[in-house]
């Protein structure tokens, strides 16, 4: 009887969308405001969904405090009040979309949970109207 449960974690930053695959012309066209040349701040939204069995001893299939330890440890100090294309190291090189950044979220948390507890979905809000969402598998984002 899998359940799942969800935790949400905030973080602040700041980004660029800056193709190199793409003229400075064409990145001005693709990414719009989100190109501007000395980056612009978010307030990320993380949700990291995870399933597994309940433990018939505590009545929960991992404790919160513990999700909430490994969600900050692995992710949330790495990136909050950073620039993400300067500042984090597990995003060098990767272009920080809200879509990227959910797959690169996915390997930094997926090792990091206790046995029986299974990675089910990385979320993130950008904004008010735009979110992405990633579902595994692991994958290495260049
Ligand atoms: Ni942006």
């Known amino acids: 009887m899998p359940v799942e449960i969800t935790r949400r974690a905030n973080f602040c930053a700041a980004h660029r969308l800056h193709s190199p695959h793409l003229s400075d012309e064409e990145n001005r066209e693709v990414y719009g405001a989100c190109n501007n040349l000395h980056g612009h ?7 990291i969904t995870v399933e597994g069995e309940i433990d018939p001893k505590t009545g929960m299939l991992i404790n919160l405090f513990e999700l909430d330890r490994i969600i900050k440890h692995e992710i949330v100090v790495q990136v909050d009040h950073r620039h993400l294309n300067i500042d984090v190291e597990m ?21 990091h949970l206790p046995d029986g507890v299974r990675l089910k979905r990385v979320a993130l809000r950008e904004s008010e109207k735009n979110s992405a969402a990633y579902s595994g598998p692991a994958h290495e984002v260049k």
């Open 41 to 47: 701040g978010h307030n990320y939204s993380l949700e």
């Open 91 to 111: 995003l060098n090189g990767v272009i920080p979309t809200m879509e990227n950044m959910t797959v690169v979220f996915w390997s930094a948390i997926e090792n």
